[in-house]
């Protein structure tokens, strides 16, 4: 049972930097793709970034391509979202999840979110 825990979320200014981090224990993380997705109050969740499990490739949705940059740190088994230039519109509770990387899409497994708010 893979378990997942995201950490790093907070009020910040538009213009700064925030850096999410996702620890993962149990089930096989090394072998899994990880991703991140974000949910908006009255939207539905959307995809954010994703890394595979060697950390070679790496995807973006296009709204965060050159601000948010996903790496993920094996032997610590933790996924990291490093966001920079955040906007007002990036406010969102962030989840990390285990993604399948034959289709790229989630797994089910997900933490319990971190809240990410950017004040203008």
């Known amino acids: 049972q893979v378990q997942l825990v995201e950490s790093g979320g907070g009020l910040v200014q538009a213009g700064d930097s925030l850096k999410l981090s996702c620890a993962a224990s149990?089930?096989?993380?090394?072998?899994?793709?990880m991703g991140w997705f974000r949910q908006a109050p009255g939207k539905e969740r959307e995809f954010v970034a994703a890394?595979?499990?060697?950390?070679?490739?790496?995807k973006y949705a296009d709204a965060m391509k050159g601000r948010f940059t996903i790496a993920r740190d094996k032997p610590k088994n933790t996924v990291y979202l490093q966001m920079n230039s955040l906007k007002p519109e990036d406010t969102a509770v962030y989840y990390c999840a285990a993604i399948d990387s034959t289709n790229w899409s989630p797994m089910g497994y997900w933490g319990q979110g971190t809240q990410v708010t950017v004040s203008s």
């Open positions: 890394v595979s499990w060697s950390g070679g490739i790496k």
């Open positions: 149990g089930g096989t993380f090394s072998t899994y793709a």
